[in-house]
Protein backbone atom coordinates (compact mmCIF):
# COMPACT_ATOMS: atom_id res chain seq x y z
CA UNK A 1 0.00 0.00 0.00
CA UNK A 2 1.33 3.22 -1.19
CA UNK A 3 2.48 5.55 1.65
CA UNK A 4 3.80 9.06 2.85
CA UNK A 5 7.41 8.96 3.86
CA UNK A 6 9.04 11.70 5.67
CA UNK A 7 12.73 12.61 6.14
CA UNK A 8 14.62 12.44 8.66
CA UNK A 9 12.72 10.66 11.53
CA UNK A 10 14.67 13.02 14.04
CA UNK A 11 16.38 16.08 13.45
CA UNK A 12 18.46 17.86 16.39
CA UNK A 13 19.12 21.67 15.73
CA UNK A 14 20.49 24.85 17.64
CA UNK A 15 18.06 27.63 18.57
CA UNK A 16 17.90 29.90 16.08
CA UNK A 17 19.32 27.75 13.04
CA UNK A 18 16.96 27.00 10.17
CA UNK A 19 15.22 23.15 9.74
CA UNK A 20 13.70 21.87 6.59
CA UNK A 21 11.55 19.18 7.12
CA UNK A 22 11.02 16.72 4.07
CA UNK A 23 7.96 14.52 3.15
CA UNK A 24 7.03 12.41 0.11
CA UNK A 25 2.64 12.15 -0.26
CA UNK A 26 1.30 9.68 -1.93
CA UNK A 27 2.01 9.65 -5.71
CA UNK A 28 -1.06 10.63 -7.01
CA UNK A 29 -2.61 12.56 -3.60
CA UNK A 30 -3.21 16.51 -4.45
CA UNK A 31 -4.14 18.06 -0.75
CA UNK A 32 -1.05 18.24 1.68
CA UNK A 33 -1.28 19.08 5.10
CA UNK A 34 1.24 19.52 8.09
CA UNK A 35 0.43 18.74 11.53
CA UNK A 36 2.27 18.92 14.87
CA UNK A 37 2.62 17.11 18.13
CA UNK A 38 4.28 19.11 21.34
CA UNK A 39 5.34 15.77 23.30
CA UNK A 40 2.14 15.25 25.70
CA UNK A 41 -0.22 17.67 23.95
CA UNK A 42 -2.70 17.30 21.04
CA UNK A 43 -2.21 16.64 17.37
CA UNK A 44 -2.55 20.20 16.45
CA UNK A 45 -3.10 21.34 12.67
CA UNK A 46 -0.30 23.78 10.89
CA UNK A 47 -1.40 24.12 7.12
CA UNK A 48 -2.91 22.69 4.07
CA UNK A 49 -1.76 23.39 0.72
CA UNK A 50 -3.48 22.51 -2.55
CA UNK A 51 -2.88 23.72 -6.12
CA UNK A 52 0.70 25.33 -5.02
CA UNK A 53 -0.61 27.36 -2.57
CA UNK A 54 -1.37 27.64 1.04
CA UNK A 55 -5.11 26.86 1.41
CA UNK A 56 -5.45 27.22 5.18
CA UNK A 57 -3.30 27.87 8.09
CA UNK A 58 -3.28 27.69 11.73
CA UNK A 59 -2.28 30.52 13.87
CA UNK A 60 1.08 28.81 15.11
CA UNK A 61 1.73 28.89 10.98
CA UNK A 62 3.24 32.45 11.60
CA UNK A 63 5.71 34.18 9.38
CA UNK A 64 8.49 31.78 10.82
CA UNK A 65 7.11 29.02 8.49
CA UNK A 66 6.92 28.03 5.13
CA UNK A 67 6.07 25.37 3.38
CA UNK A 68 6.80 24.20 -0.64
CA UNK A 69 6.53 21.56 -3.58
CA UNK A 70 9.84 22.05 -5.29
CA UNK A 71 9.87 19.72 -7.31
CA UNK A 72 5.91 18.22 -8.14
CA UNK A 73 6.84 14.86 -5.25
CA UNK A 74 8.50 16.59 -2.29
CA UNK A 75 6.53 18.73 0.46
CA UNK A 76 8.43 20.48 2.67
CA UNK A 77 7.72 22.52 5.94
CA UNK A 78 10.98 24.61 6.31
CA UNK A 79 11.04 26.77 9.74
CA UNK A 80 13.64 29.74 9.58
CA UNK A 81 14.64 30.35 12.72
CA UNK A 82 13.81 28.03 15.50
CA UNK A 83 13.00 28.24 19.05
CA UNK A 84 12.62 25.84 22.00
CA UNK A 85 9.12 25.84 21.46
CA UNK A 86 9.05 24.28 17.81
CA UNK A 87 10.17 21.38 19.46
CA UNK A 88 7.48 18.19 18.32
CA UNK A 89 6.46 15.86 16.56
CA UNK A 90 6.10 17.38 12.39
CA UNK A 91 3.43 15.65 10.73
CA UNK A 92 3.07 15.13 6.63
CA UNK A 93 -0.53 14.07 5.55
CA UNK A 94 -1.81 13.87 1.66
CA UNK A 95 -5.58 12.91 0.60
CA UNK A 96 -6.24 11.97 -3.02
CA UNK A 97 -9.28 15.09 -2.88
CA UNK A 98 -10.35 17.01 -0.86
CA UNK A 99 -13.89 16.73 1.18
CA UNK A 100 -14.34 15.88 4.54
CA UNK A 101 -14.85 12.07 4.37
CA UNK A 102 -11.65 11.78 2.74
CA UNK A 103 -9.15 9.87 5.77
CA UNK A 104 -6.04 11.60 5.31
CA UNK A 105 -2.65 9.04 5.44
CA UNK A 106 -0.01 10.26 7.44
CA UNK A 107 3.47 9.73 7.49
CA UNK A 108 5.34 8.42 10.41
CA UNK A 109 6.51 11.58 11.80
CA UNK A 110 9.75 13.65 11.69
CA UNK A 111 10.72 14.33 15.75
CA UNK A 112 12.10 17.96 16.23
CA UNK A 113 14.42 18.54 18.65
CA UNK A 114 15.43 22.48 19.47
CA UNK A 115 18.74 23.05 21.71
CA UNK B 1 -14.79 26.24 16.77
CA UNK B 2 -14.84 22.46 16.52
CA UNK B 3 -12.99 20.88 19.32
CA UNK B 4 -12.89 17.02 20.47
CA UNK B 5 -12.72 15.49 23.93
CA UNK B 6 -11.71 12.72 24.54
CA UNK B 7 -11.17 10.47 27.38
CA UNK B 8 -8.04 10.62 29.42
CA UNK B 9 -6.17 7.80 30.07
CA UNK B 10 -3.50 5.95 30.17
CA UNK B 11 -6.19 3.19 30.09
CA UNK B 12 -4.59 -0.36 30.98
CA UNK B 13 -6.80 -3.85 30.43
CA UNK B 14 -5.80 -7.34 30.70
CA UNK B 15 -6.15 -9.60 27.29
CA UNK B 16 -9.62 -10.58 26.13
CA UNK B 17 -11.69 -7.25 28.17
CA UNK B 18 -13.62 -4.71 26.38
CA UNK B 19 -12.90 -1.61 25.74
CA UNK B 20 -14.20 1.60 25.96
CA UNK B 21 -12.55 4.81 24.92
CA UNK B 22 -15.56 8.05 24.81
CA UNK B 23 -15.43 10.80 22.48
CA UNK B 24 -17.23 13.31 22.23
CA UNK B 25 -17.36 16.59 19.40
CA UNK B 26 -18.37 20.14 19.12
CA UNK B 27 -18.32 20.86 15.37
CA UNK B 28 -20.39 23.91 13.65
CA UNK B 29 -20.53 21.92 10.28
CA UNK B 30 -21.65 18.28 9.12
CA UNK B 31 -18.34 16.51 10.24
CA UNK B 32 -17.07 13.11 9.38
CA UNK B 33 -15.41 11.36 12.30
CA UNK B 34 -12.50 9.48 12.10
CA UNK B 35 -10.14 6.90 15.33
CA UNK B 36 -6.58 7.28 14.13
CA UNK B 37 -4.03 4.37 16.22
CA UNK B 38 -0.22 5.13 16.67
CA UNK B 39 1.59 2.29 17.83
CA UNK B 40 4.74 2.67 19.56
CA UNK B 41 7.60 4.31 16.83
CA UNK B 42 5.40 4.89 14.11
CA UNK B 43 2.53 7.53 12.54
CA UNK B 44 -1.19 7.84 12.88
CA UNK B 45 -2.92 5.24 11.05
CA UNK B 46 -6.41 5.35 9.92
CA UNK B 47 -8.60 2.90 12.17
CA UNK B 48 -12.10 3.35 11.35
CA UNK B 49 -14.54 6.45 9.79
CA UNK B 50 -18.11 7.43 9.67
CA UNK B 51 -19.19 10.01 7.59
CA UNK B 52 -22.98 10.80 8.88
CA UNK B 53 -25.48 10.42 11.63
CA UNK B 54 -26.10 6.34 12.62
CA UNK B 55 -22.81 5.53 10.42
CA UNK B 56 -20.98 2.43 11.75
CA UNK B 57 -17.28 2.15 11.45
CA UNK B 58 -15.53 -0.90 11.65
CA UNK B 59 -12.18 -2.36 11.53
CA UNK B 60 -9.91 -4.94 13.37
CA UNK B 61 -12.52 -5.66 15.70
CA UNK B 62 -13.16 -1.87 16.97
CA UNK B 63 -16.18 -0.42 15.76
CA UNK B 64 -17.61 3.13 16.51
CA UNK B 65 -21.22 5.03 15.88
CA UNK B 66 -21.31 8.02 14.66
CA UNK B 67 -24.05 9.85 17.44
CA UNK B 68 -25.62 13.01 16.13
CA UNK B 69 -27.72 13.82 19.00
CA UNK B 70 -24.85 12.97 21.80
CA UNK B 71 -22.36 14.09 20.02
CA UNK B 72 -20.35 11.38 20.30
CA UNK B 73 -17.74 8.71 18.70
CA UNK B 74 -17.08 6.11 21.19
CA UNK B 75 -14.33 3.48 20.33
CA UNK B 76 -15.21 -0.26 21.25
CA UNK B 77 -13.90 -3.77 21.19
CA UNK B 78 -15.54 -6.65 22.66
CA UNK B 79 -12.14 -8.35 23.36
CA UNK B 80 -8.43 -6.87 23.46
CA UNK B 81 -5.37 -8.12 22.37
CA UNK B 82 -1.67 -7.27 23.45
CA UNK B 83 -1.07 -5.95 19.63
CA UNK B 84 -3.92 -3.43 20.57
CA UNK B 85 -1.49 -1.17 22.71
CA UNK B 86 -1.61 2.03 21.13
CA UNK B 87 -2.39 5.37 21.42
CA UNK B 88 -5.46 6.02 20.21
CA UNK B 89 -6.67 9.46 18.66
CA UNK B 90 -10.45 10.54 17.55
CA UNK B 91 -10.77 13.09 15.25
CA UNK B 92 -13.38 15.22 13.01
CA UNK B 93 -12.77 16.56 9.52
CA UNK B 94 -14.77 19.85 8.48
CA UNK B 95 -14.74 22.55 6.27
CA UNK B 96 -12.94 25.43 7.63
CA UNK B 97 -12.24 28.25 5.11
CA UNK B 98 -11.68 27.09 2.05
CA UNK B 99 -10.13 23.40 2.89
CA UNK B 100 -10.54 20.38 5.34
CA UNK B 101 -8.69 19.82 8.55
CA UNK B 102 -8.49 17.51 11.15
CA UNK B 103 -9.46 18.31 14.76
CA UNK B 104 -7.66 15.94 17.11
CA UNK B 105 -8.75 14.82 20.69
CA UNK B 106 -5.53 14.51 23.02
CA UNK B 107 -4.99 10.70 22.77
CA UNK B 108 -5.54 7.90 25.08
CA UNK B 109 -3.04 5.67 25.45
CA UNK B 110 -3.95 1.96 25.74
CA UNK B 111 -1.76 -0.56 27.10
CA UNK B 112 -3.36 -4.17 27.49
CA UNK B 113 -1.24 -7.10 29.27
CA UNK B 114 -1.25 -10.31 28.76
Known amino acids: EPEVTQTPSHQVTQMGQEVILRCVPI?????FYWYRQILGQKVEFLVSFYNNEISEKSEIFDDQFSVERPDGSNFTLKIRSTKLEDSAMYFCASTRTGGTNQPQHFGDGTRLSIL | GNSVTQMEGPVTLSEEAFLTINCTYTATGYPSLFWYVQYPGEGLQLLLKATKADDKGSNKGFEATYRKETTSFHLEKGSVQVSDSAVYFC?????????????FGKGTLLTVNP
Open chain 2, 91 to 103: ALSDLVGSNYKLT
Open chain 1, 27 to 31: SNHLY
